[in-house]
């Protein structure tokens, strides 16, 4: 085996051009692991949070990013028994994603999807776990229930709509351009501009949001659910514009994020959920589940978008496309 990998790591907190690839020594495979050939990283907009500092779970720098890979396995454990050498993997690692090997629990691994290319494969743990958790974990979505998708054209969103739509949910999803509203309607959800959403107040009735922003518009979208309806938060991407390193604005978004007030809920009877799906992947249990699960990837005949692939030695270009909202789907490195 190959004694050293190519690894992007963040050393320093700032602009995407911090992103440092560089060469280490590769990774020992304990006895409940398994060594992966990465073809593909998955690049999340976490990625762009810990890259600026404000990832309060990230590891001391310098470290290395990445919570998804796919690739190719090329050793196993003495316990593993699940895989061989040469089966086409995906696997969840917990940071550490953004490199050519990797060696990772295999309770972390699973098979890739039949019908799934290993581009595919490697858009789908972040997207599929934190859309399951969301819907039908936390919400418990199922038919004839009106769905609002806030971040519907990048990855979390674009699985999201197809998982409710499965479930026999009626789907609206927002974006932040015109250019965006065709991809929407052609995932089977109805489509809108963030502007023309809010500025017409009919548009509501919602029994379940995926809100990705934080911030304001929490209350903004709260005020669109009916009774009973639920609200579940994943992310604070108002805090974050163009990839630039800016407390003031991580710190505005942070400050505008209601408290929320059970007392009030009480008037309006629905409810909220905040989902931080590093925290439940770093549960062993939860793991297992999540990953037994994804035999529903067949079943639901998902499919994730891959938007734009980079050469790995393009990361930094690959977080510049994704911090300015102009990616549709998964962004991917390619080793």
Known sequence: MTTTRREIAIEKYGPAKNLVLRERPTPDVGPDDVSIAVN?????????????????????????????????????????????????VVAGTYFGGYADRVAVPAVQVFPLPAGRDLAEGAALPVNFFTAELAL???ARVREGDRVLIECATGGVGTIAIQM????????????????????IRDLGAEAYTRADFYADESIGGFDFILNA?????????????????????????SGVKDGKRNFFRI?????????????????????????????ILGDEKWVEYLTAKLVDVEKMELHPHVGKVFA???????????????????????W
């Open 40 to 88: 593909y990283s998955g690049v999340n907009f976490a990625d762009i949070q810990m890259r600026l500092g404000f990832y309060p779970d990230a590891p001391k720098k310098p470290f290395v990013p990445g919570y998804e890979v796919s690739g190719v396995i090329e050793s196993v454990g003495a316990n593993v028994s699940r895989f061989s050498p040469g089966d086409r």
């Open 136 to 138: 039908f974990e936390m």
């Open 164 to 183: 409710a739509r499965y479930a026999g949910a009626e789907v609206v999803g927002l974006t932040t351009t015109a250019a965006k509203l065709d991809y």
């Open 213 to 237: 922003s934080g911030g304001t518009e929490i209350k903004k979208q709260m005020k669109r659910l009916r009774m009973t309806g639920r609200m579940v938060c994943i992310g604070l991407s």
């Open 251 to 279: 710190a505005k978004a942070a400050l505008q994020t209601p408290r929320m007030s059970v007392l009030k809920m009480f008037d309006s009877n629905t409810g909220i959920y905040a989902l931080n799906a590093l925290h």
């Open 312 to 334: 790995a030695e393009d990361a930094a270009q690959a977080h510049e496309l994704l911090q300015t909202r102009r990616a549709l789907g998964k962004v991917l490195l390619a």
